[in-house]
RNA sequence: ACCCGGGUGGCGGAACUGGUAGACGCGCAGGACUUAAAAUCCUGUGGCCCGAAAGGGCUGUACGGGUUCAACUCCCGUCCCGGGUACCA
């Protein structure tokens, strides 16, 4: 009998479906254990081999906890809306919800191949209206609240409107928002009083009285400079713009003014970074968190200004160097730029904020050039009455601090470069620190020409000069975060829309008994009126005066994992006795790529929840483990160094791709005669030596990789395929092939192929990389299980790593052999009731150990070897004794489980595998009471020793000295000591 | 530039708190079975050297140094690769 894992895998999925095996209930003596996948966009392109890497591995978890006694919920959805199906939608004109349902069906069927226990009857769709009725919900919820600092909580905004009526809001200032919720989109505002008392509260209209409490709220709307991208039409959050464009389509991205919601995250930025203390994330992952919430320590001091009755307030986090300022610089967006600037210098000041306006973020960020311009005016330093001079530049931005500095040359890397630039006279306070070529940074000099600080260690100045600031009144403590409030609305129109309706400019929210205000059905996805949505377009939208921007990607995410809980509540999110019950996911798994959004976002859609008294835990994630990606590796047409013959890939004549070729290389054009075939122009042979770096770029072309084979492109098949482009010529040492035949440089037909070499390189696998392993095509090949196991034999799951479909079979010939431990050819069915020896009991008992060690630690590419040794040992032992194979079957079902259960149901059991329990190890079987020790003299193994394993040390200083061989090396001398580390090694110390 | 990871055979990777480096798998070489192939099984496999063999010696975890009886593991310096951030004062 053979190994049909095509067979066995159909019947058991077909009936773990039947029986819905994997179904979780809420409610269950036994404790709980939830284990997260972050849920996929159910993109066009369906899984390829690295998207189930993660799914595999908490599929193993999942199933070990389960065999360990536990209530798993391990549930899987799809995280639907997005901005590919309705670019999808644009260019095809399918609706995003017609192509997203079939992208989830594809999904689904392979993510069932692979054997996942999720329990689909809880599955959810961000999309569905049963879903995002609650996104909706939630998000009322916020916008009906605010951060109430005193208490460090998300409190009803009803309560506030009390404290305003009761005592204005002298304690509860306006949080330092950097979307100013008045004015237009013509430029921003801010509000006329920042104070006001209970009785200005009650004089103020409602409009006021609205436009304070958008001031307030956690989620609000507001005017502010946003990353607007022309070419999707959209706005993008800061994490969607890499190096000045779009992330998705690498799109330019300018700053614009523009309405928008956000989230008030920048008041939970403390609770956040506090928080990853109580949760196990990768060091890294944690730190990029703390990197981008970016909390710095320093101080805010103002200067007097000679030319207006204004201070001038800066953020340092290095007030000790306050003796090292030689100038001020503010931001070019700075409110006081209009004040301070002088007659005489307001030519040369306009004529730079001009500039400074031309520029756009993209240039910005691409050269870093020192520009700048004096403003005329002086500050006037507090201790010292030095006159200092204010400059304007942009490496100042307003956003962070106070938009101001005070600018230390000696100290500071950016202000040294600002001082050479422009010739202004360097001040140094740290003595020999200080080389005049490069600004120190250091805390640890003693400071000079320091007046009152001088001899003091930088360090120790900091506290000692703030205090002395706040005592007499010039500045004070102050902590900055690097992070800004999240944008959290898109003019898109696959996105929840947002249950508001404005009226006379207030925003009132809709009544929750009209949730979900479904997404209408739009026949256009384009843009509406001045950058709004498509949304604006429909006539019944804006009637009603709905809100026309829907929500951003990241809000059905931000709390999916809490309907996991309660999928069917038609009352709730997710009733507080299941969201009680199943509490933190224990266990999430997923790539670094949302280190910033979805892993904080969620974090803070938590903590809100939880303030308000919805759910009962503050952190979402208990541990987070992150997979690696899998990459792909891609071939190329290309000339491979290593061998002396190269291609060249040509188009037809009048190609615009030949063309640039042509025109941009001569090396190419030069290299040898050309020839003509029809209407396409043959190329030219190009020697491996006239390829230069430019040619390479250009000669580089992705194929297939299901045509090539040892780096050698089959051509012939690859004719064939609809991706070859026709009038393509292949060149080689020996012969061309063209029109599906190879022929040899005289143009007579060769019977023979030659070799077209590729060249292959390791990139993230994708579509239009052609480098996509399809895992459909594995388990069709080999089965779920050897997939599965293979994808976690490659090695470690935190790591990235280019798929290697070439070990796949050592795998398979691992199943195949455990298989013929029950299984004969001939004879059929092999295992006996015999009890089975110590020797077998030993590979037993040590491999239930070494199991459960590995897969506790996620350390599941041990564990398979693990496997592999003790089915080998097995094997040689022709141990079919079902006392052995039965535990091991338990042992191996996270990993294999198509294949365990088939054998667990033939050695006669009835209950599912599944439901097993993990088995027990026995330690009397792993002890032994001798141990072969090897014994190193001095570090050097000279012999091995028979050593009992419960000897003291005494005991084991007797046989050592005694043994022939290291007396030989002693010579008679007495050791210095003898060391014995238990298990591992006896060394002797001369 | 700054902050994190990481560098081990031909390859993927083991070595968990310093204790026989290279587990396990791939690949490769040789052999068995077979008319043959597939499948399966066995043996060998870091490098160099001595030996007919059994066996033995030296060297070896990016590079240079250090601590230690003992270093892939700890410390210092250098180089390279991957990831994150990017004028955050």
């Given at each position: 009998m053979e190994y049909k894992f095509q067979k066995i895998e159909e019947y058991w999925q077909n009936r773990w479906k039947e029986e819905g095996i994997y179904k979780v209930d809420n409610d269950s003596p036994k404790p709980k254990y939830y284990v997260l996948d972050m849920f996929p966009y159910p993109s066009g392109t369906g899984l390829h081999v690295g998207h189930p890497l993660g799914y595999i591995a908490s599929d193993i978890f999942a199933r070990y906890k389960r065999l360990k006694g536990f209530n798993v919920l391990h549930p899987m959805g799809y995280d639907a809306f997005g901005l590919p199906a309705e670019q999808y939608a644009i260019d095809h004109g399918i609706h995003p919800a017609v192509s997203t349902e079939e992208n989830i069906k594809n999904f689904r069927s392979q993510l069932d191949k692979i054997g996942f226990c999720f329990d689909w009857d809880r599955q959810v769709k961000t999309s569905d209206p049963d879903f995002y009725k609650w996104t909706q919900w939630i998000f009322l919820q916020l916008f009906k609240s605010w951060y109430n600092r005193k208490t460090q909580k998300t409190e009803g905004i009803d309560g506030l409107i009390e404290i305003f009526e009761k005592e204005g809001n002298k304690n509860h200032p306006v949080p330092n928002s950097q979307f100013r919720i008045s004015g237009s989109d013509k430029g921003a505002e801010t509000l006329t009083s920042s104070h006001f008392t209970a009785a200005d509260w009650k004089s103020f209209d409602a409009l006021t009285q609205q436009n304070i409490l958008m001031e307030y709220r956690v989620a609000y709307c507001g005017y502010g400079e946003v990353n607007w991208c022309e070419a999707l039409g959209t706005v993008l959050a800061n994490d969607e713009v890499i190096n000045g464009v779009s992330e998705r389509g690498g799109y330019p991205v300018v700053k614009k003014k523009l309405r928008q919601w956000y989230l008030r995250i920048t008041e939970y930025a403390d609770r956040l970074l506090g928080g990853l203390e109580k949760i196990e994330f990768s060091e890294a992952m944690k730190e990029m968190q703390s990197n981008w919430i970016g909390k710095s320590y320093g101080a805010e001091i103002d200067f007097e200004l000679t030319s207006d009755s204004d201070v001038l307030r800066v953020y340092t986090t290095r007030p000790d160097t306050i003796f090292g300022v030689d100038f001020m610089v503010i931001a070019p967006e700075h409110e006081l730029m209009g004040k301070i600037t002088t007659k005489a210098q307001k030519g040369a000041v306009d004529k730079y904020i001009e500039y400074v306006k031309s520029r756009s973020e993209r240039e910005r960020m691409a050269e870093k050039i020192i520009t700048g311009c004096f403003t005329g005016t002086y500050a006037v330093h507090p201790f010292s009455r030095r006159k200092i001079p204010v400059w304007v530049s942009e490496y100042v931005l307003a956003g962070y601090g106070t938009g101001a500095i005070m600018a230390v040359p000696c100290g500071d890397e950016r202000d040294f470069k600002f001082a050479k630039h422009f010739n202004i006279p360097i001040t140094n306070i740290i003595g020999r620190h200080f080389n005049g070529e490069e600004a120190n940074a250091t805390k640890d000099a003693l400071l000079e020409n320091s007046d009152f600080l001088d001899g003091m260690l930088m360090r120790d100045a900091i506290d000692f000069v703030i205090d002395r600031m706040e005592r007499i009144g010039i500045g004070h403590r102050k902590v900055n975060y690097k992070m800004r409030d999240a944008a959290f609305s898109r003019q898109r129109y696959w996105g929840e829309p947002f249950p508001i309706i404005w009226k006379n400019g207030i925003a009132y929210p809709l009544d929750e008994k009209e949730l979900p205000l479904e997404l209408p059905h739009v026949e256009t996805y384009k843009p509406g009126p001045e950058g709004e949505g498509p949304l604006a377009n429909i006539p019944a939208w804006t009637e009603r005066k709905l809100e026309t921007n829907t929500m951003p990607g990241y809000a059905g995410s931000s709390w999916y994992f809490l309907r996991y809980m309660d999928p069917h509540n038609e009352k709730a999110f997710c009733s507080r006795k299941a969201s009680d019950y199943w509490g933190q996911v224990d266990l999430y798994i997923g790539g670094t790529e949302h280190a910033v959004g979805h892993l904080l976002y969620s974090r803070m859609w938590t903590k809100a929840l939880h303030d308000l008294g919805y759910i009962g835990h503050d952190e979402p994630y208990k541990k987070l483990v992150n997979q690696g990606m899998i990459q792909g590796i891609s071939q190329f047409e290309k000339r491979d160094p290593e061998k002396t013959s190269f291609m060249r890939y040509v188009k037809s004549k009048d190609s615009e791709v030949f063309k640039t070729v042509v025109a941009s290389n001569q090396t190419i054009m030069n290299a040898t005669q050309p020839h003509s075939f029809g209407n396409r122009v043959m190329s030219h042979y190009v020697s491996a030596s006239m390829a230069t770096e430019n040619s390479e770029q250009l000669l580089k072309k992705h194929v297939p990789i299901s045509f090539v084979s040892s780096n050698i492109l089959d051509l012939t098949k690859f004719y064939s395929d609809a991706q070859f482009e026709k009038d393509s010529i292949y060149y080689t040492d020996d012969g061309y092939f063209v029109d599906g035949e190879w022929f040899d440089y005289s143009h007579n037909k060769l019977a023979s192929k030659c070799n077209f070499f590729t060249l292959s390189e390791v990139e993230k696998m994708s579509k239009s990389k052609l480098n996509v392993i399809n895992p459909d095509d594995l388990c069709a090949k080999y089965g779920a299980d050897t997939f599965r196991m293979y994808e976690m034999f490659l090695g470690p799951v935190e790591q990235s790593k280019?798929?290697?479909?070439?070990?796949?079979?050592?795998?398979?010939?691992?199943?195949?052999?455990?298989?013929?431990?029950?299984?004969?050819?001939?004879?059929?069915?092999?295992?006996?009731?015999?009890?089975?020896?110590?020797?077998?009991?030993?590979?037993?008992?040590?491999?239930?150990?070494?199991?459960?060690?590995?897969?506790?630690?996620?350390?599941?590419?041990?564990?398979?070897?693990?496997?592999?040794?003790?089915?080998?040992?097995?094997?040689?032992?022709?141990?079919?004794?079902?006392?052995?194979?039965?535990?091991?079957?338990?042992?191996?079902?996270?990993?294999?489980?198509?294949?365990?259960?088939?054998?667990?149901?033939?050695?006669?059991?009835?209950?599912?595998?599944?439901?097993?329990?993990?088995?027990?190890?026995?330690?009397?079987?792993?002890?032994?009471?001798?141990?072969?020790?090897?014994?190193?003299?001095?570090?050097?193994?000279?012999?091995?020793?028979?050593?009992?394993?419960?000897?003291?040390?005494?005991?084991?200083?007797?046989?050592?000295?005694?043994?022939?061989?290291?007396?030989?090396?002693?010579?008679?001398?007495?050791?210095?000591?003898?060391?014995?580390?238990?298990?591992?090694?006896?060394?002797?110390?001369?």
């Open positions: 280019p798929w290697d479909t070439k070990g796949i079979e050592g795998v398979h010939r691992f199943l195949k052999k455990l298989w013929r431990l029950f299984y004969d050819e001939t004879k059929g069915k092999m295992w006996t009731d015999e009890k089975a020896s110590p020797a077998e009991l030993k590979i037993l008992h040590k491999t239930i150990k070494k199991i459960e060690e590995d897969t506790e630690r996620f350390s599941f590419n041990t564990a398979v070897s693990a496997f592999m040794i003790a089915v080998n040992e097995l094997s040689d032992l022709k141990c079919n004794k079902k006392q052995i194979l039965g535990p091991l079957l338990i042992l191996l079902t996270p990993y294999a489980p198509h294949i365990c259960e088939e054998l667990w149901h033939e050695l006669g059991n009835t209950t599912t595998i599944i439901d097993a329990t993990f088995p027990g190890v026995e330690e009397k079987y792993l002890i032994e009471s001798t141990k072969n020790y090897p014994v190193a003299v001095n570090g050097k193994t000279r012999t091995e020793l028979t050593i009992a394993l419960d000897a003291t040390q005494q005991e084991v200083e007797e046989i050592i000295l005694s043994n022939e061989v290291v007396k030989k090396w002693l010579e008679g001398k007495p050791p210095k000591k003898v060391i014995y580390v238990k298990n591992k090694m006896i060394n002797v110390v001369v």
